[in-house]
């Protein structure tokens, strides 16, 4: 129940003469409400003066709303108890005589000239007729979008291009964690959420969206009216980790904000402003615009009483309003136009109000005020600019709103709780919503159709008329919507790889082109290098990607004879659009990269060949189930757990071995598998042990858990509690388990979830969330890149992050299962103070025993091991081990004392490779072997002293190497 609906209500249940559900139903919302409790004690005090009158004046309904909206008029959504303290009760007693005294005896005298009205039956010039009307929308089945809590009310607002709705959430329990109430963003047709503002104040008012007129930006605007203690302002809530824009009032007579309204390119704000009338009963109201970023405030209409209801023309030149003229009925007034560069307000047609501009901007249509006891009004028809007199096209349409569907031609309104569907050139009206729910704010959503509020059986809901035969638009590529990593490998002095984009989001976009690729080391200075387009390529079509799907930009990188950079080194891509995504180098196992190409010709400029956009995996079909295991695919990831059994997840199959990866086994569940074609994809993995496995699915944002206990032959599925674009798993044990879920990524940030299990990953809770926007003392940080979770025991756990920050080392520690983080200082090893560090996810063998990797960057990469004794009390870290630049080091570790690294050396050269062992916990090192094969190694795995595999990449297939005498020798598994 929202307040206008309450309001009507309101002496009925002050006399009690409500019953049942509608009584239950007022009673929840003045408990949420409290304005509207505030205007019940007012109500209640008035019948009490009018009984001073005689039973007929107590008694009449009429009267006693028609002076309610009197005061709600003169009030001008203040506070009702301010303008009771104000009038005080003589005061209120002679408003009331007055207007009882003109009501009963001499109405007449207050109404206008008939002559005034005379315009209201006439036909507007040059409306369309039905001939020249577009052909009418047809409609598919309403179906809900999700429901309405009672918070909502009327109190929302949708980005119709985009698809976010901004609306209040009611306080609720959610997995057993209490919610405040809340100010909430949420997609139409995914259902992602973004918590805008916590417990907002009751004055809070979502007045529109951004995100349609000036991309990339999704903001949401919002008034925060004054309250008792609260200073109005405009809050502008961006939906990335931005800090929001906030323009407050300055000190004097400025009371409060009443309304806004954002202008047609979304740069600028129109909005009412109250100021303190002493000798006045009531405030003066103004009407100020400032710029979308704070600046350039200035005033355009002159403070006076009762203005209200603001609309910007199409042109974004002038602004619309309605000025009431206090007088009886209450609401009357007219309707005027004012041009934002200066100038006098102009009267535009008298007792009307703007409801809807057409999207041509050629028409518009007007609500009459006031409306009736019940919520009618007329609704009329006019040109624009305007050309002749307003024409009516509907009596008695609800006042909750009317929308355009989709031209100029047509258009939607409610009546009697119902939306009909009219054309501008006057055919008959057809009924759209179905009977049993009251339907009303119709707004029409381009590409889906129409969006409105239905009340079913005392419950709220969205619901979506979906219109037949159009597609929803593509929007443009934004950065916000994409994450991006780069890989390569060098060859004859020259770096070959791609750029890998993964889309995100809600809505498909389109990339084309070639785009610009400038090469960065980690501070973020342009290396001296020469892009250049492909000249097969350049001339690509474009590609479009859905939620989840990824696309590709080849390149080579020849001959850099500049300064050797210090740190990784990443990519800094501009997007069609103009916008920039930096893509970190990682190896296929996720460790940033450094090495640049060979100088072959001193005097040549480095070049940077880049090609356009490719998609990636394209399949028309879903992937059929499999029939042997060598068509999964390369593999992803595997385990090994003993020197027979272990599991692989290959691009499109789960894997299982028993004879030491000889042969696998496909124990892909019948659930839709990645199909290559971008709209599922694996997501993470989790191999506890022999029987018991974890495999992540991913559908756009939703997150489906595939989990086994008897070795993939049965498996069941369960969804996430919250949406991202991955995870990163661990566990104790089978039935003990974390998940840190990606929920997007910004420069250098990267929101998370972290979630816990104890029965076995069929139930999860949210313990953290990472919040830019609310920022809480103890949740996971957003800060980083997130490497991974580990965990000693049910209380203790770490959680690293790589910040390309030198001389640090960033560890968040948890001691109570992961609901609150701090940071652990780490120190780096002796030489390496100013070097950057990468750890990884830290692995524990027993509550007291772990190892903690730390890859190293200074002017080569390496890596030391931090060993903790004293279960994450303390780490102590090893001698470095380092390898040439443009190298890598990796580590298998089989006990906080034993495990080994392998050295590798620049690709494409003939430096040697190295294997070592140590039995010391790094302080000591045992060459082992110099096996040239080791040299395409990416993932290193030991179970015991003799038993080792080495997964290998080459292009884009992978293979295995084995080694049963503790890593001397190694042989390719068949």
């Known amino acids: 129940m929202n307040c206008r609906q309450a309001r009507d209500l309101l002496p009925l249940y002050a006399d009690g003469e409500l019953d049942g559900a509608k009584r239950a139903g007022v009673a929840e919302h003045l408990r949420q409400c409290p304005r509207c409790r505030e205007r019940l004690e007012l109500d209640i005090r ?66 206008r000239p008939l002559a005034e009205r005379a315009w209201r039956g006439q036909p507007a010039a040059g409306t369309p007729s039905p001939a020249e009307a577009s052909a009418a929308p047809e409609f598919g089945a309403p179906r809900d979008l999700f429901e309405l809590g009672p918070a909502a009310g009327a109190n929302y607002s949708i980005s119709p291009r985009r698809g976010w709705l901004a609306y209040m959430a009611p306080e609720e329990t959610l997995d057993g964690q209490a919610l405040p109430r809340r100010l909430v963003a949420r997609h139409l047709e995914t259902g992602q959420t973004v918590n805008l503002w916590e417990d907002p104040p009751a004055e809070a008012q979502v007045v529109g969206w951004t995100g349609d007129l000036v991309p990339p930006r999704q903001s949401a605007i919002i008034l925060l009216g004054a309250g008792n203690q609260q200073k109005g302002a405009l809050l502008i809530r961006d939906l990335s980790a931005q800090a929001p824009t906030i323009i407050e009032l300055p000190q004097g007579t400025e009371q ?24 006045a009963p009531v405030p003066k109201i103004g009407i100020d615009v400032v ?27 002038q602004v619309v309003y309605f000025k009431g003229k206090g007088g009886t009925p209450p609401e009357d007034g007219d309707a005027y136009v004012v041009r ?39 609704l009329y028809l006019s040109t624009w600019p305007p050309s002749g007199q307003p024409r009516l096209v509907a009596k008695g349409a609800d006042m909750a709103g ?6 100029d031609g047509w258009f939607v309104y409610g009546q009697g709780g119902a939306l009909y569907l009219a054309s501008a050139g006057g055919s008959a009206p057809v009924r759209l919503t179905p009977e049993g729910e009251v339907a009303g704010a119709p707004v029409w959503v381009p590409g889906k159709g129409l969006v409105y509020r239905a009340e079913r059986g005392g419950r709220a809901a969205l619901r979506l008329l979906p219109v037949a035969g159009t597609q929803a638009p593509t929007p443009a590529a934004t950065a916000e919507e994409l994450t991006a990593t780069a890989t390569w490998q060098g060859a004859t002095g020259s770096l070959a790889g791609r750029i890998l984009f993964t889309k995100w989001g809600s809505a498909p976009l389109t990339l084309q082109g070639v785009p610009q ?25 474009p590609v479009t990607l859905q939620p989840g799907a990824r696309a590709a930009v080849q390149f080579v990188w020849r001959n850099y004879c500049g300064l050797k950079p210090a740190g990784p080194l990443s990519l800094r891509v501009t997007l069609p659009s103009g916008e920039q995504i930096i893509a970190p180098v990682l190896d296929p196992t996720g460790a940033p990269l450094g090495d640049t190409p060979r100088c072959d010709e001193p005097s040549a400029a480095s070049a940077l060949t880049v090609g356009a956009f490719e998609p990636v995996g394209v399949s028309p079909t879903p992937t059929p189930a499999l029939a042997r295991s060598e068509d999964a695919g390369a593999f992803r990831a595997f385990r090994m757990l003993d020197a027979q059994s272990g599991w692989a997840l290959a691009e499109r199959a789960i894997l299982r071995t028993v004879d030491g990866g000889a042969t696998w086994s496909d124990v892909t569940p019948n659930i839709t598998r990645p199909a290559g074609d971008g709209g599922t994809y694996w997501a993470g993995q989790l191999f506890i042990d022999r029987d018991h496995a974890w495999v992540l699915v991913a559908r756009g944002q939703e997150l489906t858990l595939l989990r086994t206990a008897d070795a993939g032959r049965t498996w069941q599925a369960g969804v996430l509690p919250v949406e991202g674009m991955g995870a990163l798993f661990t566990s104790l044990d089978a039935a003990r388990g974390w998940a840190l879920v990606g929920q997007g990524v910004a420069a250098g940030s990267e929101a998370v979830a972290v979630l816990a299990t104890e029965d076995g990953g069929a139930t999860w809770a949210v313990l953290s969330l990472s919040d830019p926007q609310n920022p809480q003392p103890g949740q996971v ?25 030198d001389g640090k080392v960033v560890l968040y520690a948890t001691h109570d299962g992961g609901r609150t983080w701090a940071e652990q200082d780490l120190a780096l090893p002796a030489g390496y103070e100013n070097a950057q560090a990468s750890p990884e996810a830290p692995v524990f063998f027993s509550a007291q025993d772990g190892v903690l990797a730390v890859g190293l960057f200074r002017h080569e990469p390496a890596r030391a091991l931090y060993i903790t004794r004293d279960g994450g009390a303390t780490w102590t870290p090893t001698p470095p081990i380092s390898a040439a630049v443009g190298g890598a080091v990796r580590t298998a570790l089989l006990s906080a004392g034993e495990g080994w690294a392998l050295v590798q050396p620049v690709p494409g050269t003939t430096d040697r490779v190295e294997l070592r062992h140590t039995a010391d916990g790094g302080l000591t090192w045992t060459a082992l072997s110099a096996d040239p094969a080791l040299a395409k190694v990416v993932e290193l795995q030991f179970v015991d002293r003799d038993h080792g595999w080495a997964l290998c990449a080459e292009g884009e297939s992978t293979y295995l190497l084995k080694t049963a005498d503790g890593g001397r020798t190694w042989a390719r598994v068949p």
Do not use: C
Not at 88 to 103: D, E, P, T
Not at 370 to 375: K, L, N, S
Not at 518 to 539: K, N
């Open 340 to 378: 934002v560069a200066g100038g006098e307000p102009r009267l535009l047609f008298p007792r009307l109000r703007l409801a809807a501009w057409s999207p041509g901007g050629t028409q518009a249509l007007w609500l009459s005020e006031p409306a009736d006891d019940q919520g009618r009004a007329d």
């Open 402 to 407: 009317a929308a355009w569907a989709g031209s």
């Open 46 to 111: 008035l019948a009490a003066e009018l009984a001073a009158y005689g039973p007929e004046a107590a008694g009449h309904v009429d009267l006693r709303s028609k002076v309610m909206a009197q005061v709600d008029r003169e009030r001008r959504r203040q506070p009702i108890r301010r303008m009771a303290l104000r009038l005080g009760n003589v005061a209120v007693g002679l408003v009331v005589s007055a207007v009882a005294v003109a009501l009963l005896v001499g109405i007449a005298l207050t109404v």
């Open 781 to 805: 940080p957003f800060g980083g890149n997130k490497r991974g979770l580990g965990f000693a025991d049910a209380a203790h756990g770490w959680l690293s992050v790589y910040e390309p920050v």
């Open 256 to 279: 409060g904000f009443e309304e806004a309204a954002i202008s047609p390119d979304g740069r600028r704000i129109a909005f009412t402003v109250a100021y303190e009338t002493p000798q």
């Open 291 to 317: 710029d979308l970023d704070g600046s350039g405030r200035r005033q355009i209409v002159a403070p006076d009483y009762f203005i209200g209801h603001l609309a910007w023309s199409p042109d974004g030149t």
């Open 517 to 541: 690729v400038a090469i960065q080391d980690a501070s973020g200075a342009a290396l001296q290098v020469q892009m250049e387009a492909m000249a097969a390529t350049s001339q690509a079509g």
